[in-house]
């Protein structure tokens, strides 16, 4: 990617550049500059009570999700059809719609969030908005157009006000990503967000801990790496320069293969 494409992407991330001067200049990319020492650390809200999770320490991998096998035999439109007849817990009660999935079916790259939100729910897509704008802005910065890469959510139902999931929820939801993730067959995934790492991860590790390090998902063993939701990127532009490290350090991983 040219210098000055690379610019562009992180100008749409909001993060200014800066080059070293002298014979080391040519070497570097782009780095965001450090945020100011007075900018408050990230809110990470507590562990909600019972959740089926293990504790990871950091620098530890999660043992692996084991899928639930009740839509192992499904394709691409029964399992799309699955999901838009779902009663499985009290969110088909509130949905304006479900929120499948979309993006290539042949992807490398998957990215997973936590929820839909309001406008979502509206449109039946995951991560519209300015959310997704940024979201969009984040995959070009390393070089991925949206159409290039395939996005989901844990949950394919809003929750009411966009609370968080319950774990009942969860654990009823998560079977039809795990057959997304069985038919795509990624090569990584890229998670967003406290919540959507701790219900794929089992763990109530904050996400500052879940950070810069390839933690592995299913059977299947798929690298997985962790950074912030676009949404709280737009509530804490300070920490975009982190966000950028997680997409370097993704990128980085998915290219070791």
Known sequence: MSSA??????????????????????????????????????????????????????GEAAAPYEAAPREAAHDWPQLRERVAACTRCGLSATRTQTVFGVGNLEAEWLVVGEAPGAEEDRQGEPFVGRAGQLLNA?????????????????????????????????????????????????????VVGRIAAQNLLRTDAKLGALRQQVHSFGASRVPLVVTYHPAYLLRSPAEKRKAWEDLKFAREVFARG
């Open 5 to 58: 494409l690379r610019k562009e992407y992180l100008a749409a991330l909001g993060l200014e550049t800066w080059t070293l001067r002298g014979p080391a200049a040519a070497a570097s990319e782009p780095v965001a500059p450090p945020a100011p020492s007075n900018e408050p650390a990230p809110v990470v809200a507590a562990p909600r009570q019972g959740a089926r999770r293990e504790e990871v320490a950091p």
């Open 138 to 190: 984040m995959l070009r910065a390393i070089g991925l157009r949206r159409e290039q890469v395939y996005i989901a959510n844990v949950l394919k139902c809003r929750p009411p006000q966009n609370r968080d999931p319950v774990a009942a929820e969860t654990m009823e939801c998560l079977p039809y990503l795990d057959r997304q993730i069985a038919l795509l067959r990624p090569k990584i995934m890229l």
